[in-house]
């Protein structure tokens, strides 16, 4: 049974359309690379799995709960479920990477403060970054805080997480480590959909890919499918001529 | 030629800005209401407010309510001179410290120093999607955000109020005794005497309004930055500029209103 599902996806911004009747699914514990040139709105599929956008029509399908319907406090349970791992990390720069990564824990769960503690340093060190508890969000590197922020969305142990180019404008050492990090966590069966244009990355973690093109998904399917068709996007995809 | 000017939809343009604020500003206050009567309530976001917006304005506040009821003192004084009225000096002072300078200009530094405060660290977060994040973590920007800056501005500015109309007064009471050459203890006396609870109910009540013409526009204006930080400057200034219009037009009808009250008192 398909854990997420979109049909019939249409969105535009005034009187721009970005998507048209896009439709795909993502199977419990698949990862799904979605890609795209810049501008192809992968990021606005991303964002309205998680409520933070709403399409003009169409579902949105997660557990078989459509969830355009649902308002801010429909969505919390939503929420929880649901990780976002955002571009640029979106740490809150008002608070140290302790107090950023208690948060959900926080408002979500009755932990008490110990507890809390216990598991930040827990997830610091299996990613990694236990030094960098008491830093701010500005005194560390991007490629800290993408990890950090990664840290921070998958605290809540969700069943399906989202990766907004999780490698972008990473040198090669801090691209490695987010890749290890989301093939540790897919190992642990979590349901994940990738948007990206870093194609080693999305070709060792994906599972299968949906393309993005013309505002429809232009071609999908397992890696091995789509090398069967004789495609010039995939080849372009593949030879990484897709930005 | 130039293109012929098209009246119809720049009248449009035009009308739909104040119409789209109004809208939004009322759909903040809503949400703002909704949530106040739900759990949980983040008190250290507030006490952290609290000092943001109160003690950090204090100094700013101390002199501006120190030279307005310097420069009021002299300024009754040396004209009142002429007819001998400058014994009505610490009651003009008084009166006017404590119906409309205290409360009008405190809350237009507040919407100056705080209101620019609020619509850049707003528009900020919206930027680097800190308000996306607040969101996707199952928590709410109205709660975190608004909430604690709204409830900030209206138990702070009321007091802010208060202390820059005893410092207006001191300040009027130093150039009354120095300058215009009238007793301390007569100034004193006058205020004391002459002032009442019309003339504190009249400025006080307004606090809370202009604590809301503040907070409200500000958070708006931050939470609507969409593109990028450019925005964020403009946002600003919007913020500044409405609330600072707001104090200034609301003050008038505000007046009015409290004036009928004063009528029933």
């Known amino acids: ?243 | 030629m130039s293109a012929p000017v098209d009246f119809p939809a720049m009248i449009t343009e035009k009308v739909k800005e104040p119409l789209e604020f109004l809208g939004g500003v009322a759909l903040l206050t809503k949400d703002t209401l909704k949530e106040l009567r739900t759990r949980p309530f983040y008190g250290s976001l507030l006490v952290d407010q609290i000092y943001l917006v109160g003690v950090k304005s204090l100094p700013l506040v101390l002199i501006t309510a120190l030279s307005t009821g310097m420069v009021m003192a002299l300024q009754y004084g040396l004209g009142l001179e002429k007819f001998g009225g400058k014994p009505y000096v610490p009651r003009l002072v008084a009166s006017t410290i404590l119906r409309e300078m205290g409360p009008v200009f405190t809350s237009l530094m507040l919407a100056a120093r705080v209101g620019a405060g609020m619509a850049s660290e707003i528009g900020s977060m919206v930027v680097t999607q800190q308000i996306d994040a607040i969101r996707a973590l199952g928590t709410s920007p109205i709660k975190k955000i608004v909430i604690p800056r709204v409830l900030a501005c209206l138990i702070v500015l009321p007091l802010l109020v208060s202390i820059a109309n005893l410092v207006g007064n001191f300040g009027g009471l130093v150039v009354g005794s120095t300058e215009l050459n009238l007793d301390t203890q007569f100034y004193f006396r006058r205020v004391l005497e002459t002032s009442n609870l019309k003339d504190y109910i009249a400025g006080f009540g307004k606090t809370f309004f202009f604590a809301l013409f503040i907070a409200l526009p500000s958070c708006y204006f931050g939470l609507n930055v969409k593109n990028g930080t450019k925005e964020v400057g403009i946002a600003t200034t919007k913020a500044v500029v409405t609330a600072s219009l707001l104090i200034l037009v609301g003050d008038f009808f505000l007046a009015k209103i409290f004036w009928v009250i004063e009528q029933w008192l």
């Open chain 1, 1 to 243: 049974m398909a854990l997420i599902e979109i049909v019939n996806f249409k969105k535009a911004f005034g009187t721009k359309i970005i998507h048209e009747n896009v439709s795909f699914y993502v199977k419990k514990g698949e990862c799904l690379g979605l890609v795209g040139g810049s501008g192809a709105g992968k990021s606005v599929i991303l964002r309205s799995l998680i409520g933070l956008e709403k399409p003009d029509s169409g579902q949105i399908l997660i557990n078989g709960v459509d969830i355009v319907p649902l308002n801010e406090q429909e969505l919390i349970p939503v929420r929880k479920q649901v990780a976002y791992a955002f571009q640029g990390g979106a740490l809150f720069d008002s608070m140290t990477v302790y107090e950023n990564l208690a948060y959900p824990l926080r408002a979500h769960t009755e932990l008490v403060e110990t507890e809390i503690a216990e598991k930040i340093h827990h997830q610091l060190a299996e990613f990694g970054l236990e030094k960098s508890i008491h830093l701010y969000p500005g005194e560390l590197s991007g490629g800290m805080q993408k990890r950090i922020g990664l840290a921070r969305a998958v605290i809540m142990q969700p069943e399906i997480i989202l990766y907004d180019e999780p490698t972008a404008g990473l040198d090669p050492y801090n691209t490695r480590k987010i890749q290890e990090l989301i093939l540790r966590l897919k190992a642990t069966g979590v349901t994940a959909i990738l948007v990206t244009h870093d194609i080693p990355t999305a070709m060792a973690v994906c599972d299968k890919f949906a393309f993005l093109k013309d505002k429809v998904i232009a071609e999908q399917g397992t890696i091995d499918q789509l090398l069967s068709r004789d495609n010039s996007l995939i080849q372009q995809f593949i030879e990484g001529n897709i930005l």
